[in-house]
């Protein structure tokens, strides 16, 4: 009964922005967990082309590169129109891609409002709703189709940094997991979140660059690895978690719920 809890045999899932950096780890995760395809998306042709061979080598399964800007509606359109030329039916849905922009309040332009808006809410919404075909094609009650929109921590927290869109698109990707779950889970579409904490990457350069000195503000004291990511995502995407709806899932290190906030003596 427990045997299979954690399969992805078979499974078909698109991984946007899975050219590097979290997307990779998940879509490495969901292929050595059994996944048949996986795609990925990305701007960077070359790059995105590199990431699915290396995977496809290391893997049973294949990944399968489809370098398009999903940042407007035009390249969200054509992303969907592939996979549905290709697959009848999508099991998972990772709503990966994502920017970041950081100035001060005074100088804080609208193009780093709107470019992280687009890519960090509208994406995931729009994309979601251009592939609900084949997401409801895959789905049934015993096997639920699956869409794990990756926010942030800093959707959940106050990050002091200031990243005023971002902090805004990441909690408004929370609440809308919650509210596509209330509509998606009547087609037995299973809709999550991720907030990830500090991992290395090109977008967290302060993980990647001084990964001790981020970790100290860490309460396990170290940054997120590849494994922690997979890990919450093939939970998320398997049998695992299917009982697991709307929620956002903190893989943190703890930064969330296991800190105290106010260093030192506290309040009193
Ligand atoms: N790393 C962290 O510590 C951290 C923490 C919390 C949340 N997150 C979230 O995790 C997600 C992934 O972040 P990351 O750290 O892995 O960032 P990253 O290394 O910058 O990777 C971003 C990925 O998205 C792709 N991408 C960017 N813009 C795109 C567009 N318009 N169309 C299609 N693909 C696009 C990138 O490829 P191209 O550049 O070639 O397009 C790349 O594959 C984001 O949503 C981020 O907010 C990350």
Same mark, same amino acid.
């Given at each position: 009964?427990?045997?299979?809890?954690?399969?992805?045999?078979?499974?078909?899932?698109?991984?946007?922005?899975?050219?590097?950096?979290?997307?990779?780890?998940?879509?490495?995760?969901?292929?050595?967990?059994?996944?048949?395809?996986?795609?990925?998306?990305?701007?960077?042709?070359?790059?995105?082309?590199?990431?699915?061979?290396?995977?496809?080598?290391?893997?049973?399964? /294949?990944?399968?590169?489809?370098?398009? *800007?999903?940042?407007?509606?035009?390249?969200?359109?054509?992303?969907?129109?592939?996979?549905?030329?290709?697959?009848?039916?999508?099991?998972?849905?990772?709503?990966?891609?994502?920017?970041?922009?950081?100035? *001060?309040?005074?100088?804080?332009?609208?193009?780093?409002?709107?470019?992280?808006?687009?890519?960090?809410?509208?994406?995931?919404?729009?994309?979601?709703?251009?592939?609900?075909?084949?997401?409801?094609?895959?789905?049934?009650? *015993?096997?639920?189709?699956?869409?794990?929109?990756?926010?942030?921590? @800093?959707?959940?927290?106050?990050?002091?940094?200031?990243?005023?869109?971002?902090?805004?698109?990441?909690?408004?990707?929370?609440?809308?997991?919650?509210?596509?779950?209330?509509?998606?889970?009547?087609?037995?579409?299973?809709?999550?979140?991720?907030?990830?904490?500090?991992?290395?990457?090109?977008?967290?350069?302060?993980?990647? @660059?001084?990964?001790?000195?981020?970790?100290?503000?860490?309460?396990?004291?170290?940054?997120?690895?590849? /494994? @922690?990511?997979?890990?919450?995502?093939?939970?998320?995407?398997?049998?695992?978690?299917?009982?697991?709806?709307?929620?956002?899932?903190?893989?943190?290190?703890?930064?969330?719920?296991?800190?105290?906030?106010?260093?030192?003596?506290?309040?009193?």
């Amino acid at each position: 009964m427990f045997k299979d809890l954690f399969s992805l045999h078979g499974r078909v899932a698109l991984v946007t922005g899975g050219s590097r950096g979290i997307g990779k780890m998940i879509a490495g995760g969901f292929l050595a967990y059994g996944a048949a395809r996986v795609y990925i998306t990305a701007r960077k042709a070359a790059a995105c082309q590199a990431t699915a061979d290396e995977l496809t080598e290391q893997y049973p399964g /294949e990944c399968i590169a489809l370098p398009i *800007d999903i940042s407007t509606m035009a390249g969200i359109d054509m992303l969907a129109g592939e996979i549905k030329r290709r697959e009848p039916k999508l099991d998972i849905l990772v709503n990966n891609a994502g920017a970041a922009w950081g100035a *001060d309040f005074d100088e804080f332009p609208e193009a780093g409002w709107d470019k992280v808006m687009n890519l960090n809410v509208k994406s995931p919404f729009f994309l979601t709703k251009a592939l609900a075909g084949p997401l409801r094609a895959a789905a049934s009650a *015993d096997r639920p189709g699956k869409v794990i929109n990756i926010a942030s921590i @800093d959707g959940i927290f106050v990050n002091p940094l200031e990243t005023y869109s971002y902090a805004a698109s990441k909690a408004g990707l929370i609440h809308l997991t919650r509210r596509m779950a209330v509509k998606l889970i009547k087609d037995h579409i299973v809709v999550t979140a991720i907030a990830p904490g500090p991992f290395a990457s090109d977008m967290n350069r302060a993980a990647r @660059d001084e990964a001790d000195h981020v970790a100290k503000r860490v309460p396990s004291g170290r940054i997120g690895t590849d /494994e @922690d990511m997979a890990g919450a995502a093939i939970y998320l995407a398997s049998r695992a978690g299917d009982y697991v709806v709307g929620a956002t899932l903190p893989v943190d290190g703890g930064v969330v719920y296991a800190n105290p906030g106010i260093q030192g003596d506290g309040w009193a």
